[in-house]
Each structure stands twice: as C-alpha cells, then as structure tokens.
C-alpha cells in the first residue's frame, strides 16, 4: 500500500507559501486529516466490502481484499493515491 499520509503530509507542510499561515495547531489538524481520512477509507472499503455488494466473493482459505475483483473501484483507488 502507498504512503499516502507521508506523502500528503510532506506536501503540505512544504509548501513556502503557507509558511505565515501555518500555525502548530492548524499543522496538527493538516497531518491529522492526512492520516484519518486514507484510514477510514481503507478500513470501510476491507471490512465493508462484502456488505456493500451483498455478497463474499474470496473463496475459503484465499486472502486477498474483496475489492481487488472491481476494476472501476481499483482505478479509482489507484488514481486517488496519486
């Protein structure tokens, strides 16, 4: 799985132009939006998966994420980590 959070958090702390902006408070809510949101969205689409569909697709004794087998779900996912 990507670093999405070190990635998202190293572009907004780096950023020149909101250097006056930023505040230890406002920082603290930035890296921690960058890190909750990728969880909860990961977390929702592994477990939730087989809810959301109705069914469980990964046979007895596979392991593997049910979404793995929705193409359009992928690339969304894989472009939205970019």
């Not at 780096?14 to 930023?22: A, D, E, L, Q, T």
């Not at 087989?50 to 069914?55: N, R």
Request: charged share 15%.
């Amino acid at each position: 799985m990507p670093d999405t959070g070190g990635q998202t958090n190293a572009v907004l702390i780096g950023v020149p132009s909101y250097r006056k902006w930023r505040t230890e408070r406002k920082v603290t809510i930035m890296v921690g939006l960058t890190w909750v949101v990728p969880m909860a969205v990961f977390f929702t689409s592994i477990f939730g998966w087989q809810h959301f569909v109705g069914y469980r697709s990964v046979p007895p004794g596979k392991c593997y994420v049910q979404y793995m087998e929705d193409a359009l779900f992928n690339c969304l996912l894989q472009v939205s980590n970019r």
